[in-house]
């Protein structure tokens, strides 16, 4: 997979399929290219998919401080380096979603379509100490000594129960994040909130609510779908990390959405 300087930084991307569309998949926090592995080969069949390490993230260039501005025009640099200039879709799960959402509100003339897997609304101050906590533990003792505790919210054992291999492959790359750009991305979203963002979304837009989500739970997801004009939401069988936990579902669910006249 090649590396590119988009906007001041190396990004590790990588872009597949034979479609004539583009579909860009955002990872989760803490995840990486890989976090698509298993949802990408109906995807790339009907697109060219683009995929990409968030700054900070799997093999992109490390940070100290994040701002989500900087995330958001990360993608926008990414793809001018890329020579893509004809609306995209976009896909994201849970943070990825939030950076979706960020990028569709400030670049509306460039999404064609946006697909929301566990999206967030409202202050994140009030529900962020416990990521403060963890992301002071993380600085302290390293990524392992947070593991237990995130993935026993974030991927429970319903899910895990799917594909024993597939969740411990998850583990292994998470534990593998870096302390101080994991820490830089909880404090960033600590001051971060989207609920003006969305009136701004233009494009036809498709919200998951994940059903075994504690985190980000349906009824949150429903009122994302209900702050976006016309969007569309839908309840599925899934966890946090839909594109992770579920990855035929996921793609299965975005498919006919973004294929849809």
């Avoid at 906007?7 to 597949?16: H, K, P, Q, W």
């Avoid at 909880?186 to 233009?202: F, G, I, N, S, W």
């Amino acid at each position: 997979m090649p590396w590119i300087e988009a906007n001041g930084a190396s990004l590790r991307y990588e872009l597949s399929g034979s479609g004539k569309n583009t579909l860009v998949l955002v990872h989760e926090a803490g995840g990486c290219i890989e976090s698509y592995d298993d949802a990408l080969p109906g995807l790339e069949k009907e697109f060219h998919v683009l995929r990409y390490d968030q700054r900070g993230f799997g093999f992109s260039e490390k940070v100290r401080e994040l701002s989500f501005e900087t995330v958001v025009t990360d993608l926008v640099a990414l793809l001018d380096a890329l020579q893509i200039t004809a609306p995209v879709c976009m896909a994201g799960c849970a943070m990825g979603a939030d950076f979706s959402v960020g990028f569709a509100a400030r670049h509306p003339a460039r999404i064609a379509k946006l697909a929301l897997a566990s999206p967030y609304i409202g202050s994140n101050t009030a529900r962020s100490p416990h990521s403060l906590e963890r992301a002071a533990l993380v600085e302290r003792e390293g990524i392992r000594a947070a593991m237990k505790a995130s993935h026993d919210r974030s991927y429970p054992e319903n899910l895990r129960a799917l594909d024993r291999q597939r969740f411990q492959r998850y583990q292994a790359r998470w534990v593998c994040n870096t302390p101080a750009s994991f820490s830089a991305q909880a404090r960033m979203m600590h001051h971060v909130d989207l609920t003006p963002e969305y009136a701004k979304v233009q494009a036809p837009t498709l919200v998951i609510g994940a059903a075994h989500d504690t985190q980000r739970p349906p009824d949150v997801a429903q009122r994302v779908a209900k702050a976006i004009t016309g969007a569309t939401y839908m309840l599925a069988d899934t966890g946090h990390f839909m594109n992770v936990e579920t990855p035929q579902l996921f793609a299965d669910t975005v498919l006919p959405f973004f294929k849809s006249k």
